[in-house]
């Protein structure tokens, strides 16, 4: 009884001193493409006095789980009058949509997208502003490699507008990463553990 236990205390050791082979390296950069409607290009939306782009993240690695910034989006008031800063309201065009491409190249190369429709104004106060992303889907995967976007209770990202004082200004796009191990690692260990049950039925006879 005593050498079945020591077997099965090594065993969960072995488990256990595996655990940070199963974390991953995830490695990915990203791009944002408008579209849909009139004022809307690959690289912007242009309504009244007002224009919203996408900065996209550099490729970046990432340990695995973590929470990840996708870029961001980047509103701007182009009024000139009067100084620079009172852009007044104005409703993004209905049609409009957004699509968000994930391309990664570790632990394995794909590229996948999040696409939804854009909705709400910007008004010249930001906290009257109603602008918004809404995705189809919030939860996308690459080999292996799950990506799950930062909403709110209805499945939105909402849009800061430009601050008066502050033009221009961004809305980071957030998701929580979590990679599968690589069955290498776990056939490992299932290899390591499950290789102890002869002994401990030999022992036990």
Do not use: H
């Not at 050498?3 to 655990?19: C, E, I, P, Q, R």
């Not at 009024?79 to 209905?94: I, L, M, W």
Request: glycine fraction near 10%; charged fraction near 5%.
């Amino acid at each position: 009884m005593k050498f079945t236990k020591a077997v099965l205390l090594g065993a969960a050791a072995v488990a256990m001193g595996s655990a940070p082979m199963l974390a991953q390296t995830v490695t990915f950069s990203t791009a944002g493409s408008f579209g849909g409607a009139a004022g809307c290009v690959a690289s912007g939306c242009t309504f009244g006095n007002y224009t919203l782009t996408y900065i996209g993240a550099a490729s970046t690695a990432y340990a695995s789980p973590s929470l990840v910034d996708l870029g961001s989006f980047s509103a701007t008031c182009t009024a000139t009058v009067p100084n620079g800063t009172n852009c007044g309201t104005a409703s993004v065009p209905v049609g409009a949509t957004f699509t968000l491409t994930v391309t990664q190249t570790t632990p394995g190369a794909g590229t996948q997208s999040f696409t939804g429709t854009l909705a709400g104004a910007f008004t010249f106060d930001p906290s009257q502003s109603s602008m918004k992303w809404t995705p189809s889907s919030s939860v996308l995967t690459i080999a292996g490699v799950v990506y799950t976007l930062v909403t709110d209770n209805s499945g939105n990202i909402n849009i800061v507008a430009p601050n008066p004082g502050a033009n221009p200004n961004a809305t980071v796009v957030k998701a929580n990463i979590v990679a599968s191990p690589e069955p290498s690692t776990v056939a490992l260990m299932a290899t390591g553990i499950f290789g102890l049950v002869p002994l401990i039925r030999r022992r036990r006879k």
